[in-house]
């Protein structure tokens, strides 16, 4: 069965900053919006930015393959192609990465390439890409 659309709902601090980062930087059409709320296209995802000033950011975080991943974050999976691309249009803005592109469980089940940066409001995202979309749920 193909994949759903999910909705993901998520504080930001400043409305104009948000569409700037998602719509311009990220290139995320921009669906419906009101005074406190902006909808976008994330590749084909639903995500809304609800204001919300001093709600969001990075709160915590965990070691996974020798990076500290920050929790809560989000994203999507990407082609490679997809994936490498963003990185470039991203380091081109000169996106500061909290995690840099670069590829985690090198010859292990799961191989990813995997990149972290923070949204204006301080929400960690991630963006990763399989060689191998069959090891989405690989376990090791």
């Known amino acids: 069965m193909p994949a759903q659309p999910f909705h993901l709902a998520f504080p930001v601090d400043d409305l104009d900053a948000a569409r700037q980062f998602y719509g311009d930087l990220l290139g995320c059409p921009e ?6 709320w902006i909808d976008f296209d994330l590749y084909g995802h639903q995500i809304v930015a609800h204001l919300a000033p001093g709600r969001s950011g990075r ?36 996106t500061q990465f909290v995690i840099e592109p670069h590829v985690r469980f090198k010859g292990l089940p799961g191989e990813q390439a995997t990149m972290f940066f923070l949204d204006p409001s301080g929400n960690a995202l991630e963006f990763k890409a399989f060689a191998d979309i069959g090891q989405l749920f690989a376990r090791q």
């Open 31 to 36: 669906g419906r919006s009101a005074e406190h």
């Open 59 to 94: 709160q915590a975080s965990n070691a996974v393959d020798g990076d500290d991943v920050p929790v809560p974050h989000f994203g999507v999976v990407l082609e490679m192609g997809q994936f490498e691309a963003l990185a470039a249009r991203l380091r081109e803005a000169g």
